[in-house]
């Protein structure tokens, strides 16, 4: 079953194609890592995905649904470049805030549980203007999975990450994998990425120059995928 | 039979679930508008700026002419909806870029809310915010410039709600307009005081008959009623263009 259908999809900025006739599909269940050189149109695919942005030709479909239909979006987990937490807020608030905005049952119990899952209870009071980096990064964490998305986004999510974020993190993307969620992961740590991945595609100055399974070769050498298919 | 039963059996839960949608609309718009109040209270970044400008506005026109006299009396609403429109500024300028920080604005539009949610919590907040400020600053204003603007509170009262939520609802939608613009401090201000013209004549009349205890008459009752519809044709309008605007 298809879980992401991306067709012919192209976006300027201005007059530069930052996107170039990109389609492919992803099944429910797949991991796949999106690889490319900075400024390769990743995050531009990505936050179309998650509907920040619309193609400025062909259609991109998730779930079966329009990428900005509201099914769709209560489906969808984002963890971006920006970390998405309000500083003023308790670590609570911010996931309580969110759980109200995706509708979940219980507010209170579902952020109380991720603060508990992300290693926060002890400071779900605090306010995140006084967290360290590293705190601020799993609330992060958090605030993308807790209403249980069936279709991951996550632009570069280990990059910057401590230690701890990075277990917190690996755990929760092992855990989603297990459950049969999809993931698309965009990131340099061809490594990491390709040890969860099922999935590969490579951008190539926004357009698609590889996409296919994970194989072993690329397990070996991680940067056989590069040599290949890279740019010149 | 059949198809009557069919009718039946779809359009009963289709009318209750339309006040629970509506329920559902209302909450989240109120989460978003609880959030930004909550942060506010916290940082009071805008509400000290704009309070602390209208204020200082207020004691430098008071400067310029003479407490007590007919001039005041005749210009009273004029500077007092003049120094409120400068004040919104300041607070609508903050509504969509403190969503900047930390990319929260892009988890908020990727979220299962509406546009329309967003845009009316955070209308909503703006609103409150600006009332809030305009209540401080009125009895400041009674006594600088000598004016006794409580003898009829309730109706100045309703011409402020009326009033505000015009300023509200098109500088709300401009600051979504401008938040990715570099001059978007100047930018607000430039788009949004043409657009607010009828509000503030509506305003400024109203204002100044209520602060003089004039009664309004069958022709004045016109700027209530332009107000009202301003405030429900450009409620409707944001409404409808707040996702164009904020996803393209």
């Known amino acids: 079953m298809t879980a992401v259908s991306i067709d012919g999809v192209w976006k300027y900025f201005g007059d530069y194609p930052a996107l170039r006739e990109v389609s492919f599909t992803l099944e429910r269940g797949a991991c796949l890592a999106l690889l490319g050189r900075n400024g390769a149109g990743k995050t531009t695919l990505l936050r179309i995905l998650a509907g920040l942005s619309k193609p400025g030709r062909g259609s991109v479909t998730i779930l079966g649904a329009d990428a900005r239909a509201e099914e769709t979006r209560r489906q969808i987990g984002v963890l971006g470049h920006g970390i998405g937490i309000y500083e003023e807020l308790s670590a609570v608030e911010n996931l309580r805030l969110f759980a109200r905005l995706y509708g979940l049952s219980n507010p209170t119990k579902t952020a109380m549980e991720w603060l508990d899952r992300t290693g926060l209870e002890r400071v779900s009071d605090g306010l995140v203007r006084e967290f360290s980096r590293g705190m601020r990064q799993r609330l992060a964490v958090a605030r993308a999975f807790l209403h249980n998305p069936s279709l991951l986004l996550l632009d570069e999510p280990f990059t910057a990450l401590d230690d701890r974020a990075i277990a917190v993190l690996q755990t929760l993307l092992n855990d989603a994998r297990r459950e049969g969620r999809t993931i698309i992961m965009s990131t340099h740590q061809l490594r990491e990425a390709l040890e969860l991945a099922s999935d590969v595609a490579l951008i190539n100055r926004g357009r698609l120059a590889y996409r296919g399974e994970r194989t072993k070769e690329m397990l070996d050498d991680p940067s056989w995928l590069y040599r290949n298919y890279g740019e010149a | ?248």
Do not use: H
């Open chain 2, 1 to 248: 039979m059949t198809q009557a039963g069919s009718i039946e059996i779809t359009e009963k839960p289709r009318a209750a679930a339309a006040p629970r949608a509506r329920a559902g609309f209302l909450r989240q718009a109120f989460a978003v508008a609880a959030k930004d109040l909550r942060s506010e209270m916290r940082s009071k970044e805008s509400v000290n700026a704009s309070l602390s400008f209208a204020l200082v506005i207020l004691l430098l026109f008071s400067l310029a002419f003479d407490p007590g006299s007919d001039q005041v009396r005749e210009i009273a609403g004029g500077l007092l909806w003049l120094v409120f429109a400068f004040a919104s500024a300041l607070i609508l300028n903050r509504s969509f870029a403190r969503e900047l920080v930390n990319d929260c604005l892009d988890m908020l539009i990727s979220s299962p809310i509406s546009a329309a949610q967003l845009f009316l919590g955070k209308a909503m907040a703006n609103f409150v915010l600006l009332i809030v400020i305009e209540c401080l600053c009125l009895p400041v204003f009674g006594i600088f410039y000598n004016v006794t603007w409580a003898r009829r509170f309730g109706l100045l009262f309703l011409v402020l709600v009326l009033g505000t939520w015009g300023l509200t609802v098109i500088g709300t939608l401009f600051s979504a307009m401008t938040v990715n613009l570099r001059l978007r401090e100047l930018m607000l201000p430039t788009l949004v005081y043409p657009l607010i013209v009828p509000v503030l004549m509506g305003t400024i009349q109203l204002s100044m008959l209520l602060i003089n205890g004039e009664p309004i008459g069958q022709d004045n009752q016109l700027w209530f009623r332009l107000l009202v519809a301003f405030d429900v044709i450009f409620t409707i309008l944001s409404v409808a263009v707040v996702e164009t605007v904020l996803v393209g």
